[in-house]
């Protein structure tokens, strides 16, 4: 005689597994998906978080996956990277500047949000950002990664934005133009988005993660623009940002897998954006 299944169980790694095509959801998008009724989904992500299996986010309560599930599988995603390091980072820095902080990664043709800390900002307007997908070329997040980015990965993807016919991926025609913003951008050591179009009421600077020669996303600082300079605001986030984008390289480099699946490749940089941070400080 065959032991029966146990269906808790069961519903459990359909819930696992929902998840993982989804990289992060909601209970809500877990419940409609899988077909469990959504009190049980929510004692299911109970357990799971018990375990230390999944995250919850603290910016939009999507749930990720972990690296404790994950490695009982070969491969390190990009979920874990930013659940496990960045997020922890990210909400020590705004809580350290007070300006909302992101970060990114490329996803297609556009930069998407993977974590934010804009509802948790003291002095940030804007709050449903999680998710959002940025123009490359005109955030600062993008430029950072085109200038971060192996030439052959960054000669693509300005392929693939120059046939675009978004208005705002033109400006990736214009090879010269983009020669001299990689050019700026790498000597400069930071990407910067001063403000104007397409959001005139905030200026931004940001920092490619690279890990071991691989460009896993950026991590980036915003702040108001009516109510800071340009040179205010990269005096009160740029060195704290370097110290945020030191402690996610040192902590993802310490972790399984060390982000290998989840990264492009990144170009030897210049000086200016692969110098060492001073050593963290306490936020």
């Known amino acids: 005689m065959r032991p029966k299944p146990i269906r808790a169980f069961a519903r459990g790694l359909d819930?696992?597994?929902?998840?993982?095509r989804h990289g992060s959801a909601t209970a809500l998008t877990l419940a409609r998906e899988t077909g469990i009724p959504r009190p049980t989904?929510?004692?299911?992500?109970?357990?799971?978080?018990?375990?230390?299996?999944i995250a919850r986010s603290p910016s939009d309560d999507r749930f990720v996956l972990r690296l404790r599930l994950r490695s009982l599988s070969d491969g390190f995603e990009d979920e874990e990277w930013i659940s496990a390091i960045a997020a922890p980072t990210l909400f020590a820095l705004t809580e350290r500047i007070g300006w909302p902080c992101d970060v990114?990664?490329?996803?297609?043709?556009?930069?998407?949000?993977?974590?934010?800390?804009?509802?948790?900002a003291r002095f940030s307007i804007d709050r449903a950002m999680a998710g959002r997908a940025l123009p490359v070329l005109q955030s600062s997040s993008g430029q950072a990664w085109l200038a971060a980015a192996a030439p052959r990965e960054r000669a693509a993807l300005l392929a693939l934005l120059a046939a675009s016919?978004?208005?705002?991926?033109?400006?990736?025609?214009?090879?010269?133009?983009m020669r001299r913003l990689v050019r700026e951008t790498r000597a400069r050591g930071h990407a910067l988005r001063p403000g104007g179009a397409p959001w005139p009421h905030t200026g931004s600077v940001a920092l490619p993660i690279v890990v071991e020669g691989r460009l896993l996303g950026c991590i980036a600082a915003i702040w108001m623009a009516r109510a800071v300079s340009v040179e205010e605001g990269l005096r009160q986030c740029l060195e704290p940002l370097r110290e945020a984008q030191a402690?996610?390289?040192?902590?993802?480099?310490?972790?399984?897998?060390?982000?290998?699946?989840?990264?492009?490749?990144?170009?030897?940089?210049?000086?200016?954006?692969?110098?060492?941070?001073?050593?963290?400080t306490r936020p």
């Open 15 to 20: 819930l696992i597994a929902a998840l993982n």
């Open 41 to 53: 989904v929510y004692r299911l992500l109970e357990t799971l978080l018990e375990g230390g299996y």
């Open 104 to 120: 990114m990664t490329l996803e297609g043709t556009r930069m998407r949000i993977r974590e934010t800390t804009h509802r948790a």
């Open 165 to 177: 016919p978004a208005p705002e991926d033109h400006p990736a025609r214009d090879a010269a133009l």
């Open 247 to 280: 402690r996610i390289v040192q902590g993802v480099a310490a972790l399984p897998g060390g982000g290998r699946s989840a990264s492009s490749s990144a170009t030897a940089q210049s000086p200016a954006m692969a110098r060492k941070a001073r050593p963290p």
